[in-house]
């Protein structure tokens, strides 16, 4: 798994596994469309699937898709094996147009063409919709997009939210808000007045700007989270009244909030770990893996992932990434030190053999973390994480099918903590 989440008030923290076992190519690889390489829809567009079947699949290489006429095919998802899904955006022209969707795999490919109908009426529907909402949640981020202006995230709903967590059925109205600083840092209020939406990122005060938080959000009966990304808003704020008129997908809301609200201050600092002690990882209720992804990094290295997954699911309890590299791609022991990073470019770690990758956050993005990583959720937030960033991971094979783990690392917190464990048994 290459993305994790850093701990954010965000209702949805969708983390997909995809670590698979790799294994030597011995046959060549055969790619098959399984679904018609002919999709019609009509003019509302949605979500669509096209499945195919992989056979002999090579280390290191992977489906890829390109989209033809991205006005039409919004949206392409390869992450599921055998499936690629579309999202189709509304087709608002008086005429039927085309698109396409290349799947490839090496030098395997297959085509699947998209002809998607015109409403013939020349009339859209358009359904409204009024929401009287009881939750107001959100985070403050300083001015982390625009330099003298704050960054305001703001989640509306009607009681879409229990112990801080989402719930089936739930509806989400997520805005990023661009407005003045605060005037009291400790007590953070979104600042009156109305915001519009902003398709020129202008980062201007009183603009709701869509970076990719900004969206109508919901989860289906499965907890499956699905987001539209509005068409067009409005929000009004007085004290501590909030009107949103929001456009989406041929509806027109009207959400509203009145009552008192907090915000979280989550302003990006210069390091990851949000420990405040020494901490002794358990994994005692974790299931464990172990991958090889090849030369993932690039680098001429073989890049193996271990992980452990609590067995209640990867929102509860402990998550823990070690990400490391050698020269071989059978034998994943020996003890492994803290890679670093690269004197051309701090930001990227020093790749080496037998070095594990330090935890790092990626373009000062907070949302997005790699390397060697420990975190702990609770009712699907993430209550504390820190980097393995210094020491040593050490891999014994016990010759009866278990291995030793133990950790002995140091985060990356101005204080820093020590983070250590000492496990043995088996690899799923």
């Known amino acids: 798994m290459r993305k994790y989440l850093l701990c954010l008030l965000a209702m949805f923290a969708m983390l997909t596994t995809a670590c698979e076992q790799s294994v030597a190519p011995q046959r060549t690889p055969e790619l098959e469309l399984t679904s018609q390489d002919k999709l019609r829809v009509d003019y509302l567009g949605g979500e669509f699937e096209i499945t195919y079947s992989l056979s002999n699949p090579v280390e290191g290489e992977s489906v890829k898709t390109t989209i033809v006429n991205s006005a039409m095919i919004t949206a392409v998802d390869s992450s599921e094996a055998g499936v690629v899904r579309i999202t189709v955006a509304q087709n608002t022209s008086d005429a039927v147009r085309e698109g396409a969707v290349v799947v490839s795999y090496g030098a395997l490919s297959f085509t699947v063409v998209v002809a998607q109908d015109y409403n013939s009426t020349g009339e859209v529907p358009v359904e409204r919709v009024t929401i009287e909402a009881n939750q107001l949640v959100g985070s403050y981020y300083g001015d982390n997009l625009a330099a003298g202006v704050g960054h305001y995230w703001i989640i509306l709903t009607k009681d879409g939210f229990v112990d801080g967590a989402a719930v089936a059925g739930g509806e989400y109205f997520r805005l990023d808000l661009m407005a003045p600083m605060p005037e009291d840092m400790t007590n953070i209020r979104i600042p009156d007045g109305e915001y519009r939406f902003d398709l020129s990122m202008s980062m201007d005060e009183f603009t709701i700007v869509d970076i990719g938080n900004t969206d109508y959000s919901w989860v289906d009966e499965d907890m499956e989270g699905w987001a539209l990304r509005l068409e067009d808003a409005k929000l009004t704020v007085n004290g501590n009244r909030f009107e949103l008129e929001a456009f989406v997908d041929n509806t027109e809301y009207h959400v509203t909030f009145e009552g008192d609200y907090s915000l979280t201050t989550s302003i990006i600092t210069d390091y ?157």
């Open 272 to 428: 990851v770990s949000s420990l405040t002690k020494d901490a002794v990882i358990d994994v005692s209720n974790c299931s464990a893996s172990v991958n090889s992804y090849g030369d993932y990094w690039d680098c001429g290295y073989n890049n193996w992932c271990i992980e452990f997954v609590c067995n209640d699911g990867m929102k509860y309890g402990t998550y823990l990434v070690i990400d490391f590299l050698n020269n071989s791609t059978t034998d994943f022991t020996g003890t492994y030190v803290a890679s670093g990073f690269s004197a051309e470019d701090e930001t990227m770690p020093d790749f080496r053999a037998n070095v594990f990758i330090p935890g790092f956050r990626v373009a000062d993005d907070a949302d997005l973390l790699l390397g060697s990583l420990f975190m702990v959720y609770k009712d699907g937030l993430c209550v504390s994480q820190a980097p393995l960033y210094e020491g040593t991971v050490t891999i014994e094979s016990n010759g009866d099918g278990t291995y030793t783990i133990v950790i002995d690392a140091l985060d990356d917190a101005p204080q820093k903590n020590r983070i250590t464990l000492t496990w043995t048994g088996n690899f799923e």
